[in-house]
C-alpha cells in the first residue's frame, strides 16, 4: 500500500507538468498570433494570456523542484532498501552456515557430551536470531493494517518493561542486572502486543548498542500532564545530532551495511516510532547527563496507579 502511494503522486506530477506544458505552449502560440496582429481590440486578451502564461510557467517550476525532491527521496529509499537486503541476506546467512557447519560436524565426526551441549546451545542461538528477524519483518509489515480501537485494554507498563527486559537479556545471554530497573506503577490504554514490541526494540537497541561492560537503564514516571514517560538509557557511543531525526526511517541504519559488527535489519526504530505514534506518543532522543551514551523517551497517555489498592487514579 505504501509503495502504491509512493508511485501515484510522481506520476500525478508528472502528468499535471506535462499538461502545463502543453497549455503553456498552446497560450505561447496564442499570444505571438495576438502580438502579430498588432491590434488593440485584443490587448485585453493578450494581457489575460500572458498572466495566465506567467503563472503557468511559476506552476511548472514549482511542479519540477518538488519532482526534484520526489525523486531524491525515491534514489534514498532506493539506497536504503538495497542496504537492507544486504543486511538480510546477512542475517539469513550466517546462522544458516552457522547451523550447516554444526551439523555436518555432528554427522562426520564423534564429539563428547559436553561438545554436543555445546554444538545445540549454538544452534539454538541461530535459531533465535532467525526467529527474532521474522518477527521483526513480520512487525513491520503489520503496521500498514490500520489499527482499532475495540482490541484496546489497560496496559500496566511497569510489568511490560520488566518482562521486555529479562527476554532481552536472555536473548543476549546477559545477567539480569544488566539492565537496571527504577518504574512507577502506570497504565496506558492500546494493544499489549503492539507496546511489548514497541519496548522491546529499543531495550533491545539499547543493549545491543551499549558499551563495554553493557549497561542500561530504564526509568519509568508519571507526569503531571497526565503522561507516562519511559526513559531507556545505555552507556554506548551515542548518536550524533544531525542523524537523530534520520535513524527512525524505515531501513535506516548508519554507516555501510557490509562494515557492521551488529547484527539489525534497519527497522527496530522504524517500528518503535511508529507504534508510539499509533498510540497518542511520540519518541525522543537525547544525550545522558553525564558520559556517553544515547537516550530514548517515550512519552504516552497514561494515568498512574496507586501502590496500595493498585488501582488507576
Not at 120 to 128: C, Q
Not at 184 to 210: C, H, M, T
Not at 281 to 289: L, N, Q, R, T
Not at 298 to 310: A, E, F, H, I, N
Request: hydrophobic fraction near 40%.
Amino acid at each position: 500500500m505504501s509503495s502504491r502511494r509512493s508511485l501515484s503522486m510522481p506520476i500525478l506530477l508528472a502528468i499535471v507538468m506535462i499538461t502545463l506544458l502543453v497549455i503553456l505552449t498552446i497560450g505561447w502560440v496564442l499570444l505571438s498570433v495576438f502580438s502579430a496582429l498588432e491590434d488593440t481590440s485584443h490587448s485585453g486578451v493578450y494581457w489575460a494570456l500572458l498572466s495566465i502564461g506567467s503563472t503557468f510557467i511559476l506552476l511548472l517550476l514549482a511542479g519540477v523542484v518538488l519532482y526534484l525532491v520526489l525523486s531524491i527521496k525515491a534514489i534514498n529509499l532506493t539506497r536504503r532498501q538495497s542496504n537492507f537486503i544486504d543486511s538480510v541476506t546477512h542475517e539469513l546467512k550466517s546462522p544458516i552456515a552457522s547451523m550447516k557447519l554444526y551439523l555436518q560436524t555432528l554427522n562426520r565426526h564423534q564429539v563428547d557430551q559436553q561438545e554436543q551441549a555445546n554444538f545445540y546451545r549454538f544452534m539454538l542461538e541461530d535459531l533465535e536470531r532467525l526467529d527474532h528477524l521474522i518477527n521483526q519483518m513480520l512487525d513491520a509489515g503489520r503496521l500498514d493494517a490500520e489499527r482499532s480501537d475495540e482490541e484496546d485494554e489497560d496496559v500496566e507498563l511497569s510489568e511490560l518493561l520488566r518482562a521486555s527486559a529479562a527476554l532481552v537479556c536472555s536473548n543476549y545471554r546477559m545477567p539480569a542486572d544488566t539492565i537496571r530497573l527504577d518504574l512507577e506503577p502506570g497504565v496506558v490504554v492500546g494493544q499489549r502486543l503492539d507496546l511489548d514490541i514497541l519496548f522491546r526494540n529499543l531495550i533491545d537497541n539499547a543493549v545491543k548498542y551499549a558499551g563495554t561492560p553493557p549497561y542500561v537503564e530504564i526509568r519509568l514516571r508519571i507526569t503531571a500532564k497526565g503522561k507516562v514517560l519511559t526513559r531507556i538509557a545505555d552507556n554506548g557511543h551515542g548518536i550524533p545530532h544531525h542523524l537523530r531525526r534520520k535513524i527512525f526511517g524505515r531501513f535506516v541504519r548508519l554507516g555501510l551495511e557490509l562494515e557492521r559488527k551488529k547484527p539489525g535489519t534497519g527497522l527496530g526504530l522504524y517500528i518503535a516510532r511508529t507504534l508510539a505514534r499509533r498510540h497518542g506518543g511520540k519518541i525522543h532522543v537525547s544525550d545522558p547527563a553525564e558520559g556517553s551514551g544515547t537516550v530514548f523517551e517515550v512519552q504516552l497517555p497514561g494515568r498512574s496507579v496507586d501502590k496500595t489498592t493498585g488501582k488507576s487514579v
